[in-house]
């Protein structure tokens, strides 16, 4: 086999597909009029932006006037968080629930939060990275203004069980937000089944245009304005719609959508060659998250007594776009917290490699990371002092 690109990074972003780019392109071209213009030549972008709006509500189980367009899934994230925190504040309630390994555009909204006086509670995720919706109902209390729990992880694309912890919030008369960025696209999804009340999604995440997502808010739910200005997204959202970017997330969602079974069964199922490949031609490394209840396009392994940012160059070199478990973006080493919510060791977390798949992936990619990851492992583990230290006295302890 030759040296190819393989782009195992598809929880980053996904590469846009050709038909999506088709349908975007008039928007971007000749039906540059304005949405919100009275006139016959705005018309065809407004009836755009209300097809969009319908498909994502036939795709994801909704209420058209329940789709709201923003420029991602950070923005969904923030708003939903933001807005609901502060509507529950004016009723006393200053409780919020989420767990330990939420996405950063959660973690440091609830830290935002924490300093206009919110109190958070993080929910554990246990070895198998699933939260248990026990755990949500102890921790419910009669100030708690919104849980938030994503449906499913970015880095070891664990599955969590959102609607039932939702028929515990419902229950409770508790707003339930979930971050289903990595999900929408990937496995079903049904909002009205799902008993959310708050819903964020990324149409970069399903090989739609980056720049543009939505936030589901069911009907009832009283969210505040995020942006002030025209009567754009319901007067919720002022700016001049994003048209071709609305337009590329409806037509990368219907593909999806369309067949995502059939994917999710392909996909999974070179998922579990790879992971298997992988753990069986390497010694001392296991499989993060649990082994079935995740998404079919992710393997997340951690390989012991090696950095995850050198297994990354070297897999760079090889044609093979990779992700660690490394905050290495904000400048710092540690671990991420996702990998350390579960409870691995320091030593372990940094050895670790997050390969994620997408409909694109095929056979011939499994062969080749099977045959060029195995040698890189013992390459640097021949250069790693920890390598020897673990064979000699076994892991380090925290
Ligand atoms: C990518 C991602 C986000 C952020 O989405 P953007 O559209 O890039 O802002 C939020 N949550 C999760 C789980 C993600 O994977």
């Known amino acids: 086999m030759e040296n190819r690109f393989v782009y195992a990074d598809n929880a980053a972003t996904t590469r846009l597909l050709p038909a999506v780019l088709e349908a975007m392109t008039p928007y971007l071209t ?6 919100s213009s009275l006139y016959g030549f705005g018309q065809t972008a407004r009836q755009a932006v209300d097809d969009a709006r319908s498909t994502v ?19 969904a994230d923030n708003w939903a968080l933001k807005m609901a925190a502060e509507a529950a504040a004016r009723k006393g309630k200053k409780h919020l629930i989420s767990t330990a390994f939420e996405h950063h555009a959660v973690l440091h909204t609830l830290e935002h939060l924490k300093k206009q006086g919110f109190e958070v509670t993080l929910l554990p995720v246990y070895e198998n990275g699933i939260v248990r919706p026990e755990d949500v109902k102890a921790a419910l209390r009669p100030d708690t203004a919104l849980v938030s729990v994503m449906l499913a992880n970015n880095e070891i694309g664990t599955v969590q069980p959102v609607a039932e912890i939702g028929a515990l919030c419902r229950e409770a008369g508790v707003l339930l937000h979930t971050d289903a960025v990595q999900a929408v696209g990937h496995i079903p999804v049904d909002f ?30 009283r969210l505040a304005n995020l942006i ?17 970017g609305i337009v590329g997330l409806a037509a990368a969602l219907r593909l999806a959508c369309g067949s995502l079974e059939e994917n999710g069964k392909r996909t999974a199922a070179l998922r579990d060659r790879l992971s298997r490949g992988l753990l069986s031609s390497v010694e001392r490394c296991r499989l993060n998250g649990d082994p079935v209840r995740r998404l ?20 760079d070199f090889r044609g093979i776009c990779a992700s660690s478990g490394s905050a290495c973006t904000s400048g710092s080493l540690d671990p991420s917290h996702v990998l350390l919510s579960i409870g691995l060791p320091h030593a372990v977390a940094h050895g670790s490699l997050r390969l ?43």
Not at 57 to 75: I, K, N, W
Request: include cysteine; glycine fraction near 12%.
């Open 30 to 35: 000749e039906e540059y009029g304005n949405p």
């Open 57 to 75: 509500a036939e795709c994801l189980r909704c209420r058209p006037e329940e789709v709201f367009f923003t420029s991602g899934g950070s923005e």
């Open 192 to 221: 009205a089944g799902m008993n959310a009340d708050l819903l964020s999604l990324s149409a970069h995440k399903f090989h739609g245009p980056k720049g543009v997502g939505a936030l589901l808010v069911r009907r009832g739910v």
């Open 228 to 244: 002030d200005g025209g009567a754009q997204e319901n007067g919720r959202r002022a700016g001049t719609e994003n048209t071709a």
């Open 296 to 315: 079919p396009g992710n393997v997340n392994i951690s390989f012991e007594g090696i950095e995850g940012e050198s297994l990354l160059l070297m897999l």
């Open 356 to 398: 994620t798949l997408s409909e694109e992936t095929d056979e011939d990619d499994i062969e080749y990371m099977l045959r060029e990851i195995p040698p890189v492992v013992r390459r640097l583990r021949e250069m790693s002092p920890l390598w020897e230290q673990i064979l000699r006295d076994g892991l380090p302890q925290d």
